[in-house]
């Protein structure tokens, strides 16, 4: 079966500038999950969806980040405006059925470097 | 919530030694311990896990041991080969409705040939 897609695999913005990554889950997986990943750290979760409804966002910080899954398949999440520290690596993952125990795919991620 | 730490941080071994990865994790309610590999510009990749009504799991050179009285779960690779090298990361995650992991800060392991 095809793995997550991210897209784009780089980029690189200036500070107070807009970035938006895109994700596709595993075709028939409900549950979508971004991670930001800052070099040296383990994931970090920013939001979970639950076909199209958040299931958790409260790490997400909400004045500058935001994420949508529409028609509960694809995923954006964007940041606007980036600040020095979202230089990081995001990564999109996603389960079945979001339960327990259950295989979490990752897709390769967006490295992202805010100048 | 859920905080886990992840011990040692770098390991560095010669090809075939064994090494060992320790993490402990803060909820008593968590029940599910997955590990991942994480080779360098991919994402991490589930490769063995372990639930809380088991004590030890083994998958070919690659074993994780859970001690829930402690709440400390840990890695064992034998016979370490160059392609072992990647950074590892454990994970706990079971309390509440839905599954989010919550994850280790991550060993780096250098098998050396």
């Known amino acids: 079966e095809a793995g997550v897609a991210q897209s784009p695999r780089y980029k690189i913005i200036e500070k107070r500038q807009s970035v938006a990554f895109w994700c596709n889950p595993i075709?028939?997986?409900?549950?979508l999950y971004w991670y930001q990943q800052i070099l040296g750290q383990g994931p970090k979760l920013l939001i979970q969806f639950q076909n199209n409804g958040v299931v958790d966002d409260s790490q997400l910080p909400k004045d500058r980040f935001s994420a949508e899954r529409l028609k509960g398949v694809d995923s954006t999440l964007k940041i606007q405006p980036a600040k020095l520290e979202d230089s990081a690596v995001y990564l999109c993952a996603s389960t079945r059925q979001g339960k327990v125990g259950e295989k979490l795919f990752f897709g390769s991620g967006t490295q992202l470097s805010v100048l | 919530g859920e905080n886990v730490e992840q011990h040692p941080s770098t390991l560095s071994v010669q090809e075939g030694d064994s090494a060992v990865i320790k993490c402990t994790y803060s909820d008593s309610a968590s029940n599910y311990f997955p590990w991942y590999k994480q080779e360098l510009g991919k994402g991490p990749q589930l490769i063995i896990d372990i639930r809380s009504n088991v004590g030890e799991k083994k998958d070919q050179r690659i074993a994780v041991t859970l001690n829930k009285t402690a709440k400390h779960f840990s890695l064992h690779i034998t016979e370490t080969q160059p392609e072992d090298s990647a950074v590892y990361f454990c994970a706990a995650s079971g309390t509440g409705g839905s599954y989010i992991p919550t994850f280790g800060r991550g060993t780096s392991l250098i098998v050396h040939p």
């Open positions: 075709s028939g997986h409900a549950t």
